[in-house]
């Protein structure tokens, strides 16, 4: 079965973030993953998760001023250096807090601006940044998402990313696939997984129910189609990665509400547990 690890900044809403820890080890999750961590000091977040025995498996880079509507700088004209010290502060993060992936948004192709342009800059920081990267031994992932979440984001469909990552050649640059943003924009995530995974420019699979962005289990994405499908490859090619569980709980901040709603994750437990009739 895939390795699934509750992103911190979407479940267990109820409760103060490093709480949230202790809850998702209760709940059986043997990773964790965020979006941006930095108010909180890397030792105290890594001393939390080891007790614990968890994982800490992804962080993101911090993406410029979020509350102005910046989605990320590794794109954006004449913010060369505000990258390079995002990059910087990610990576002693990660460094500190045992995170072994770091996500760089790409930002946001605001009207105007040339398109290739753009992708320029991006392939440019990219190979800056993923130098950096390999000296801590870290892995940069880039994601596309899909425009009615985020409207204006540079970067949109699996095939551009993995263009990306091939042109700057980096071997620690990856794809960070999220079902639920592929499903949104090029529909049938699993035929999508089946055809990027085995290429292994795949570093990182989130997941969230479309169109909702609830539990797996509520709307179109075959969410056991596409476990399934990670399994065999995962066998047949020896990809170890993790899943990162980004979805808003159907009960919201209720308390007990993201452990109410992992019925999902425990019913796959107990299918592909099951010995063949």
Not at 55 to 64: K, Y
Not at 212 to 241: K, M, N, S, V
Request: charged fraction near 25%; hydrophobic fraction near 40%; include cysteine.
């Amino acid at each position: 079965m895939p390795r699934f690890a509750a992103n911190l900044s979407f479940l267990y809403q109820e409760l103060p973030f490093l709480e949230r820890f202790d809850a998702a080890a209760r709940d059986g999750f043997a990773g964790v993953e965020c979006l941006f961590p930095y108010d909180v000091p890397a030792t105290e977040l890594r001393a939390r998760a080891t007790a614990l025995g968890l994982s800490l498996v992804l962080i993101n880079a911090p993406p410029g001023d979020w509350s102005a509507g910046e989605r990320g700088l590794a794109s954006v004209e004449g913010r060369d250096g505000d990258f390079r010290e995002s990059i910087e502060r990610a990576l002693a993060y990660a460094l500190a807090a045992a995170s072994p992936r770091v996500h760089v948004l790409a930002g946001l192709l605001e009207a105007g601006d040339e398109r290739d342009a753009a992708i320029a800059r991006y392939e440019e920081r990219l190979h800056w940044a993923a130098s950096q990267a390999a000296q801590s031994g870290i892995d940069l992932m880039i994601e596309p998402i899909n425009p009615h979440d985020m409207p204006g984001y540079l970067l949109q469909r699996q095939d551009e990313a993995h263009a990306i990552v091939e042109r700057v050649g980096a071997p620690n640059l990856k794809v960070q696939m999220d079902l639920y943003h592929c499903e949104r924009v090029e529909g049938d995530a699993v035929a999508q997984l089946r055809r990027w995974l085995p290429t292994g420019r795949v570093g990182h699979f989130q997941i969230a129910g479309v169109p909702d962005r609830h539990e797996p289990d509520e709307g179109t994405l075959d969410w056991r189609a596409a476990c399934a499908a990670i399994d065999e490859i995962a066998a047949a090619t020896g990809w170890e990665g993790w899943i990162g569980c980004e979805y808003r709980p159907r009960r919201g901040a209720e308390p007990g509400g993201t452990t109410a709603g992992l019925g999902w994750r425990r019913d796959q437990a107990i299918t592909r547990s099951s010995p063949s009739p």
